[in-house]
């Protein structure tokens, strides 16, 4: 079994602005900062999933149908008192479109929810929310606005070891036009 989910990738070089940016005001004592090249945007947590249903996963994920399109990353927020994040505004809705495609592909339009793109980058295990709170208010007061293209959607696979987990791309749907 793999632990599995279907992922939009972030540039490298955003990744190291993002981690450069937020770094020093998110190391606090019971709060985990995300890796710099774990940084993503989960489109769907697939979750164990057995070797032979990975090769139809990857034949339903050929079927998605995407233009390459912009995200811009900006503004911070938090849930639960847990989890930190960098907002993704998707004016289109892109991204939500895609995921509709996925469920509908690989779960006949079940388990669908709201979706709200963005990036984790910082965890609490335990409920902290007094001071993911006051680190979240420090962060919003960094600017920070940066654009890309989206230009593939990935299935990762993620392998939970002793310090942080280790993502791997184990199939790339491209998008069928290159021109945004």
């Given amino acids: 079994m793999k632990r599995l989910f279907i992922a939009i990738n972030i540039p490298q070089e955003i990744k190291e602005k993002i981690f450069t940016t937020y770094h020093r005001q998110i190391r606090k004592e019971g709060v985990?900062?995300?890796?710099?090249?774990?940084?993503?945007?989960?489109?769907?947590?697939?979750?164990?999933t057995s070797e032979e249903h990975i090769n139809e996963i990857e034949q339903k994920l050929c079927k998605t149908n995407f233009e390459k399109f912009a995200l811009t990353i900006t503004g911070t927020?938090?849930?639960?008192?847990?989890?930190?994040?960098?907002?993704?505004?998707?004016?289109?809705?892109n991204a939500e479109k895609i995921l509709g495609q996925i469920n509908r592909l690989l779960f006949a339009g079940k388990g669908e929810k709201k979706f709200e793109p963005h990036i984790t980058i910082a965890r609490s295990k335990k409920p902290a929310k007094k001071e993911i709170k006051k680190i979240t208010g420090q962060l919003l007061e960094i600017p920070f606005k940066e654009k890309f293209f989206v230009e593939s959607i990935d299935l990762m696979e993620s392998c939970l070891t002793q310090g942080e987990p280790a993502y791997t791309k184990i199939f790339q749907k491209k998008a069928s036009r290159s021109d945004p």
Avoid at 77 to 93: A, C, M, Q, S, Y
């Fill in 32 to 48: 985990k900062e995300t890796g710099k090249n774990n940084l993503h945007i989960t489109l769907k947590f697939l979750g164990p």
């Fill in 77 to 93: 927020g938090e849930f639960n008192g847990r989890t930190i994040w960098l907002g993704v505004d998707d004016k289109h809705k």
